[in-house]
Nanobody, 126 residues
Framework: VQLVESGGGLVQAGGSLTLSCAAS????????IGWFRQAPGKEREGVSC????????YYKDSVKGRFTISRDNAKNTVYLQMNSLKPEDSAFYYC????????????????????WGRGTQVTVSS
C-alpha cells in the first residue's frame, strides 16, 4: 500500500497550490480519501475528505471556499486545490485512506484512517 503526496512548496500569501495524492496497492475506489495537515507543535487536523460512497466532500471550516478536493479514480489520485493561501495554512500535508466508509461524521478523525502517506510541506509566506 502506498500513498504518495506531491505538489507542496513555498508560495506567497494569496497564491495557489495543488496537492496530489497518488495511491496504489489497495482498492482505491472503495476508500474515502482525506487530507490532513500538521503544523509544528500542533495536532494533525482534518482539512478535507472525498467520500467514495456517494461523492460527498467535507472541509474544515477555515478552508471552505478556498480549497477544493477532487478525485480521479482512473488515475487512483486525489487532488487538493488550494487557493487564497494564508500563512496559517503552512503545515505538512498528508493524505490518508479510510476503508470503513462510515457516514462522514468522523471524516476528520485521524483514528478513522487506515493508510497514510508521508506528506508534503506547504509553506505560505506573508
Amino acid at each position: 500500500v502506498q500513498l504518495v503526496e506531491s505538489g507542496g512548496g513555498l508560495v506567497q500569501a494569496g497564491g495557489s497550490l495543488t496537492l496530489s495524492c497518488a495511491a496504489s496497492g489497495f482498492a482505491f475506489d472503495d476508500y474515502d480519501i482525506g487530507w490532513f495537515r500538521q503544523a509544528p507543535g500542533k495536532e494533525r487536523e482534518g482539512v478535507s475528505c472525498f467520500s467514495s460512497r456517494d461523492g460527498t466532500t467535507y472541509y474544515k471550516d477555515s478552508v471552505k471556499g478556498r480549497f477544493t478536493i477532487s478525485r480521479d479514480n482512473a488515475k487512483n489520485t486525489v487532488y487538493l486545490q488550494m487557493n487564497s493561501l494564508k500563512p496559517e495554512d503552512s503545515a505538512f500535508y498528508y493524505c490518508a485512506a479510510d476503508g470503513k466508509l462510515r457516514d462522514g461524521s468522523t471524516w476528520s478523525s485521524v483514528d478513522e484512517y487506515d493508510y497514510w502517506g508521508r506528506g508534503t510541506q506547504v509553506t505560505v509566506s506573508s
